[in-house]
Structure formats: structure tokens, C-alpha cells
């Protein structure tokens, strides 16, 4: 079976500083990667996702993810963070055969002045 | 472009009255979900269905109803609710299992006391 597992519960950053959200996964087959952002009171969008090919993959709101298959990892990065990019943080896998997603707990993000 | 519509998006109950969540996408998808998220939990799959009256348990199916009749239409029921019920549940829906994106509705809060 697969697990995620997201690392930092919470996570502060300034303004304009570098952030990285770790996530990583267990599974015994080929996976499907995803991060979703959940704004207050608000359904999860799709940041980015990994399915095949290269390894760095680039999302919304200036957001990139790097799958590392042998460390089984999809960490999400931003080279500089604003305000509004604070938001709660969901890393989530699906099996190639799977119907549904399995979603870690979560990460908060909170970008400070 | 509506995508998914959940309603109510707030709503109080007793313990042990009954009350039905509505879901409807306009996407075609054949794939929907309910979800519930939990502080600090991440999203627990409650039912899921790969098409009109076709439906599956997930992770957390207890206490829960759900039916397909209609590719547009997966509503939850339950039926007796109870304070562990308390949560924010989450519709989603996609075109494909496993390497597609999941569009999610903006939530139904739902808090019995």
C-alpha cells in the first residue's frame, strides 16, 4: 500500500525568502505525483504534477517539484515566496492503476513581511 | 465554467439526523469522489464511483451513503449523524483514474452537535 508523508506540519518563511516543502512517498509500483494548494475556506487546486519524463516539473504561481525516484521524494519549491502563497499544502499519490488519491497531512505555509 | 458545485457549503445538524450532501460536476467526468478533511488529517476518501451506478467504499466508508444515477450527479447521505461526522467534506472529479487531476468543489462544513 502507499503512504505519503509531508514532513513539516508548518512551515514560516519571510517574504521574498526561498521555501522548500518536503514530501515523500512509499509505494511498490509506478506512481503519479501531485502537490495541491488549499487557500481559507477554499477545494484544493492543482499546483503541478509529476507523471513521466523529466524529473523537474513547473506549476502555477511560480512553484517547481523535483521527483527523486530513489530517495522517494517530490519536494515543492519557490525561489521567492509572496504573501499571498500562504496556504495549507498537500503532496498526493496515485497508483498508475489506482482510482483515487492518497494525500498526505498537509503542510501550512506562512509567508510573513 | 462551474466544475464542481458542492452544496450547502455550511450547515449545522443534531445527533442523529439524517441530511444528504449534493455534488454536480458539468465536466463529463466519469470518476467523482467525496473526501473529508480533518485538522491536521489530510483527506480521507469516504466513497468513490468510476461511473453512473457504479460506486466503491474508500478509506473511512462508515456511517455514509452514496448513489450514481446520473454522470453529473453523486450525492452523500448520512444517515444518522454523529459527532465524529463533524468535518469539512470535500466532492472531486476526474476524466481518467490515476494520471489525470482532480477538480475539487469548495467544500461542505458540517458540525453536529
Redesign the interface.
Same mark, same amino acid.
Given at each position: 500500500a502507499q503512504s505519503?508523508t509531508q514532513l513539516d506540519?508548518q512551515v514560516p518563511v519571510f517574504e521574498e525568502a526561498p521555501v522548500e516543502l518536503r514530501c515523500n512517498y512509499s509505494s511498490s509500483v509506478s506512481v503519479?505525483l501531485?502537490w495541491?494548494v488549499q487557500y481559507p475556506?477554499? /477545494?484544493?487546486?492543482?499546483l503541478l504534477?509529476y507523471?513521466s519524463g523529466s524529473t523537474l516539473v513547473k506549476g502555477i504561481n511560480g512553484f517547481e517539484a523535483e521527483f527523486n525516484k530513489s530517495q522517494t521524494s517530490f519536494h515543492l519549491r519557490k525561489p521567492s515566496d509572496h504573501i499571498s502563497d500562504t496556504a495549507e499544502y498537500?503532496c498526493a499519490v496515485?497508483?498508475?492503476? /489506482?482510482?483515487?488519491?492518497n494525500? /498526505?497531512? /498537509?503542510t501550512s505555509l506562512l509567508v510573513t513581511p | 465554467n462551474a466544475g464542481?458545485t458542492q452544496t450547502p457549503k455550511f450547515r449545522i445538524l443534531k445527533i442523529g439526523q439524517s441530511m444528504t450532501l449534493q455534488c454536480t460536476q458539468d465536466m463529463n467526468h466519469n470518476?467523482m469522489?467525496w473526501?473529508r478533511q480533518d485538522p491536521?488529517?489530510?483527506?480521507?476518501?469516504i466513497y468513490?464511483s468510476?461511473g453512473a451506478g457504479i460506486t466503491?467504499k474508500?478509506e473511512v466508508p462508515n456511517g455514509y451513503n452514496v448513489s450514481r444515477s446520473t454522470t453529473e450527479d453523486f450525492p452523500l447521505r448520512l444517515e444518522l449523524a454523529a459527532p465524529s461526522q463533524t468535518s469539512v467534506y470535500?466532492c472531486?472529479s476526474t476524466s481518467s483514474?490515476?494520471?489525470q487531476?482532480?477538480h475539487?468543489?469548495?467544500?461542505t462544513r458540517l458540525s453536529i452537535l
Open positions: 505519503v506540519s503519479y501531485f495541491y475556506n477554499q /477545494g484544493l487546486q492543482l504534477k507523471l498537500f496515485s497508483e498508475n492503476s /489506482g482510482y483515487a488519491l494525500f /498526505g497531512k /498537509g | 464542481v470518476y469522489y473526501y491536521g488529517m489530510g483527506l480521507k476518501l468513490y468510476v466503491d474508500g470535500f472531486a483514474r490515476g494520471f487531476p482532480q475539487f468543489g469548495d467544500g
